[in-house]
DNA sequence: AGCACGCCGACT
DNA sequence: GTCGGCGTGCTC
């Protein structure tokens, strides 16, 4: 009996209690009794009753509070399901002490699959005995032909491949011609085989490569930075360290961005490994999703490629953690728990005593730092490999290049997209906003179409007929009189989003095929995924996107990139704007080149002067990355400083306002707190509820989290309606 | 997070 | 007179 456990006196019975975490907001783990004779170790999954109805929960380590024995009950059910490895464990730990969020609402994100808590259940099939029919038939003839090959096959399965019916098979098995087996069920995938076909590297690849398989091949802790431009190989560089760890028998778990998961990466992984890993993503079947948390926790899946959840999956045995596209903000999570998936691999990769790759050919300021400090190893691959070309980056400078009234692409690019056109290549348009016009304004009163619920612009969605909001969701129908002065048909579109785009284009290239991408497209992913394949066969001549564009997706017969608005997003108040529009630009640029042609990308801006632009045009990364990390330092912002965010909501808008203010009395002078209003609350926003958020930045060494507590003891104490996101890089902690 | 309990407005 | 809105409190 296990040293910390205590026992409680309950009739005649002492009764071993044990702490177990519930997926709720509690402070702790609650206290349960465990059923006589039955035994739980630390990690254990379990059924409990919570109130009127069962939950699932893990058993925890450490001692179990003292508790009134008339409310101690007991467990329901011990699962027949691998305990969570003591890793994982701790990691949840972390997780909730680093993000001020209960421990219990962390192991739910580990707990997001019910059904997989049992086994999966056995497969019925059969299998041939020695036995033979009274009376031969034809079809009875085929059946054992198939049958022969010793293998147990499913009743239905024999059938069709016999093509009899299986009545045919019932009848066998009636005269002993088959016996029952039951078989394990099979892997979600295939093996992956790590020598199946390796790529063939380029000496700076190769180099990279080694380095990689020698990290892996320590066993231990280590974040490698591997850093190079778009075409350079980053990924088959990364496949020689999962291959190494699949041949040492151990997990790969591969993060992407929600949005690169797609069909083409695992494809590519297929070539390489002979199978496709495992996904694991918000949209994966339920069925599946189970199949993948239970064969992840049973060790019987080896590798997953999966969005920032599935950090949270119970590998048995991870052995290496790959973060692609380690800048992209979607590794972000705003809502319940706060977190940044790739700050956290690299906790989980320290708590498991593992490596981890973070890949990008833009990588975040915050890994460059701690690549040049020494925290990171960092691998650069710098030369592009095969015909893979970037295309020439050329500004252009709208004050001397300006619109026709009314427009927004200049006669530069104008003429460049003609040229592309008449060759029979393709053009991409990208513009980073939604809908056909960012603000409707009556031309009569002045009017603007305001969000009753959030106070920032309504965008016109001209296609569905809507103003909609996009921070809360509000939407409404575009009207015909302003609803101020009562004037009809004077209302004015005020600037472009990519409907008024494909409009413009399509009044100057009426025979041009346009498509318009974007994530509100009708019809979702399938539609999203149709639209790709038509483009990638040559169907459209000018392909019009947001920022859906400028990821995971390759359109290999572009030769035009013009950027319709570079300098959106440089003002919006945001500490890494530049840094997110040089990232985004060199993203979208690095889409285009076709194979052995010239390729072209146009930027269309205001400022051809700022930084941003300067970097951008001249290919002078390391110069912007310099300058970058140089104002951060002065300003004290990540990741020299720190960051705490804290998001105030609350279901009316004078709640969530006057515990904003109590927050803001309370945080000591000359901390340099902001506060941002709701305007700038995450987009994840809840639909009727408000947010502020405020944001307070502490010097490197501080800690934060102690201050947000504090803080918030001092405060108002709002009902579960504070969150709060630390944003740092976690290095310092580890 | 869910769920029950409890107190004030418009209706079969 | 009830049905039902969501504010408050509790779950080992």
Known sequence: MAKDSRHIQDGLFARKVVPVLIPMPAERAY????????EAVPGQIVQVPLGPRLVPGIVWDGDTDQVDPKKLREIAQVFDCPPVAAPMRRFIDWVSGYTLTPPGLVARMALRAPAAFDPEPMIDALRLTDARPERMTAARERVLEQAGDGLAWTRTGLAHAAGVSASVIDGLSAQGVFEPVRLTPPPVVAAPDPDYQPARLEPGQAQAAEALRATVAEKAFS?????????????????????????????????LPEIALTAAFLDRFHARFGARPAEWHSELAPRMREKVWRQAAENRVSVVAGARSALFLPFADLGLIIVDEEHDPAYKQEDRVFYNAR??????????????????????????????????????LDSRYAEAVLPDIKLVDLRRHAPARGGFLSPVLLKAMAETLERKEQALLFLNRRGYAPLTLCRVCGHRFECPDCSSWLVEHRFRGQLQCHHCGHAEPTPQACPACGTLDHLAACGPGIERIAEEADRHFPDARVIVLSS????????????????????????IGTQLVAKGHNFPLMTLVGVVDADL???????????????????????????????????????????????????????????????????????????????????????????????????????????????EAPLALIRGRHRFRLLIHGERGRDMQGFVRE????????????????????????
Not at 228 to 249: H, L, M, N
Not at 714 to 733: A, M, T
């Open 520 to 543: 509100d497209m009708m019809g979702g992913t399938r539609r999203l995924r149709i639209e790709l394949e038509a483009i990638a066969k040559g169907e459209a001549d000018i392909v």
């Open 711 to 734: 803080m918030l003891a001092k405060g108002p104490k709002p009902r579960g309606s504070l969150q709060v996101q630390v944003d740092i890089d976690p290095q310092s902690f580890l």
């Open 31 to 38: 206290s349960y009794a465990l059923p006589e004779g039955q």
């Open 343 to 380: 700050d956290m691999a690299v906790v989980r990769a320290r708590l498991a005593d593992i490596p981890t790759v973070l890949a990008s050919a833009t990588p975040s300021i915050e890994s460059r730092v701690n690549a040049e400090q020494g925290r990171y190893r960092h691998l650069k």
């Open 569 to 679: 997003g440089l003002s919006n108040g945001d500490p890494r704007a530049a840094e997110r529009t040089y990232q985004l630009l060199s993203q979208v640029t690095g889409r285009a080149g076709r194979a052995g042609h010239k390729s072209l990308g146009l930027i269309q801006t205001f400022q051809p002067q700022h930084p941003v632009m300067q970097a951008f045009a001249s290919g002078e990364a390391e110069t912007f990355y310099a300058r970058e990390t140089d104002e951060r330092r002065r300003a004290h912002l990540p990741p020299f400083g720190r960051l705490a965010s804290v998001i105030v909501s609350a279901a009316t808008r004078v709640e969530a306002e006057t515990h904003a203010r109590g927050l803001r009395a309370a945080a000591p002078p000359g901390q340099g707190l902001m506060v941002l209003g709701p305007a």
């Open 223 to 255: 974040v490698t930075l591997l850093d190079g431009v778009t075409g350079s190989g980053k990924t088959e560089v990364y496949f020689e360290a999962i291959a190494e760890t699949v041949r040492a028998g151990r997990q790969v778990l591969i993060l």
